[in-house]
């Protein structure tokens, strides 16, 4: 799976196959970070309505070290 951007804006997530025929038509690649902020992660309101109402997510985020943090605690041991 690749990212593209259309030259009017839009991204897209589409096959490898799909991402080449789509670069030769002016579309470009872009990093994954990309289309997660902008068409993944619209519904962002949900998280921030009060308690109660819809999911009932947790807002905090744990200090869990990554797995290249991990990684890196490792090598400098």
């Known amino acids: 799976m690749k990212t593209m951007k259309s030259l009017k804006g839009k991204i897209i997530r589409v ?3 799909r991402a080449t025929e789509l ?3 002016g579309f470009k690649y872009l990093p994954k970070s990309d289309w997660k902020e902008e ?3 619209v519904d962002k309101g949900v998280h921030e309505s009060p ?3 819809g ?3 947790k807002d905090t985020k744990s200090n869990k070290p990554s797995k290249a943090q991990k990684r890196q605690m490792r090598k400098t041991l």
């Open 15 to 17: 096959s490898d196959e």
């Open 23 to 25: 670069y030769q038509e």
């Open 39 to 41: 068409v993944r992660d």
């Open 51 to 53: 308690v109660g109402a």
């Open 55 to 57: 999911f009932a997510h």
